[in-house]
């Protein structure tokens, strides 16, 4: 057993606050056979004062007496260490901190989180109103957002990253330092896939192995050969690729497409509805096509307006009611 070092001090065993504390290290000291500071510890619980533990130390000290000659001293300097007895109960924290009023601390909330700004159009899946009439009739084409910075699927996660790091814009676009891995082995010759993925970033995955090689972009070793090549980004459908490996050098450039989710949008009347605060249309209910992220859906019935903060997840399919 380790010697308890917190009550050996460089002029002898220490005396904790609570003098139970000390029988427990007397204790810990004698079954280590470190008899000579158990027992300077026990003279000094003896001389405390402490009704509950002289009588415990003394008994201990009868029972060194034979073997341990510090067991015969008759006085010990207890004096220096009892000046205050303190509290017979252990100190409980939480009674020392006084009450906090959280109303001040309102202030300080963090602002809401950033909107997805869709770099497609909002597209209306499917308008289960009657046709468009006046000036909605020539709405072919809808308003455009422009480039999201939250790809949805661990939303508070990455708007944390992007606080750290200052800018949204920065993060979304910063180059990706390129990665090597070799799969080739002893393969004579090997050939060299320098693979890229449109966002970059993407998993790339070898012939159905279980784990990702490395992410785009990569230069991979491998063997001739024919080879199907996935890339998984949260936010995109993966993409899957069948290449042949014949040259020294190969590149392979897979652009991946944005998985969107889909939102059904219920008024009880007509209204205008906005994305971010961008009109999309008068029709309801209608079905809306967004990228993943968190948006600003907003109904305007005239005089009264309502608005959600909606959270949409690659490949969710949600239904929205406003109420004027």
């Known amino acids: ?43 000094r619980l003896r001389d405390s004062g402490d009704s509950n533990a002289s009588g415990l130390a003394m008994a201990m000290l009868k029972e060194l007496d034979p073997i341990e ?5 008759p006085s010990s300097d207890a004096s ?15 009674t020392l901190i006084p009450p906090v009023d959280r109303k001040p601390l309102d202030l300080y909330a963090p602002p809401l989180p950033k909107l997805v700004d869709d770099p497609e159009p909002v597209v209306v899946l499917a308008a289960l109103a009657v046709e468009p009439s006046g000036e909605d009739r020539g709405a ?33 676009q910063a180059a990706r330092a390129l990665q090597t891995a070799d799969l080739a082995g002893n ?36 063997a001739a050969g024919e080879y199907i090549v996935r890339l998984s980004l949260a936010g995109y459908q993966d993409a899957d690729q069948t290449i042949q490996i ?17 939102v059904i949008v219920e008024t009880p009347a007509p209204a205008t509805l906005k994305v971010n605060g961008t009109r999309v249309g ?34 969710a399919h949600l239904r929205l009611q406003f109420r004027p």
């Open 187 to 222: 393969s004579v010759p090997a050939r060299l896939l320098q693979v890229t993925s449109e966002p970059a970033r993407a998993r790339i995955f070898i012939s159905g192995a279980p784990d990702a090689t490395c992410e785009a972009p990569c230069n991979i070793r491998l």
């Open 282 to 315: 008068t029709q309801s209910p209608a079905e809306l096509s967004l990228a993943a992220g968190l948006y600003r859906i907003g109904a305007y019935f005239g005089s009264t307006t309502s608005e959600r903060f909606l959270l949409i997840k690659p490949g």
């Open 80 to 94: 220096q260490f009892f000046h205050d007895p303190g509290p017979a109960e252990p100190v409980r924290v939480a």
């Open 246 to 262: 014949a040259d020294e050098i190969q590149a392979l450039t897979v652009p991946l497409t944005l998985l969107r989710g889909n």
């Open 1 to 43: 057993m380790a010697r308890p070092r917190n009550f050996i001090g460089r002029h002898g065993p220490q005396v904790p606050a609570r003098t139970i504390n000390g029988l427990d290290a007397a204790s810990a000291l004698l079954l280590c056979d470190d008899s000579p500071n158990a027992s300077v510890l026990l003279a």
């Open 69 to 73: 000659p510090a067991a015969k001293a």
């Open 140 to 172: 072919a084409t809808l308003p455009a957002l422009a480039t999201p910075s939250i790809a949805g699927e661990s939303p508070w996660r990455e708007l944390a990253a992007l606080s750290l790091k200052g800018s949204a814009q920065v993060s979304s």
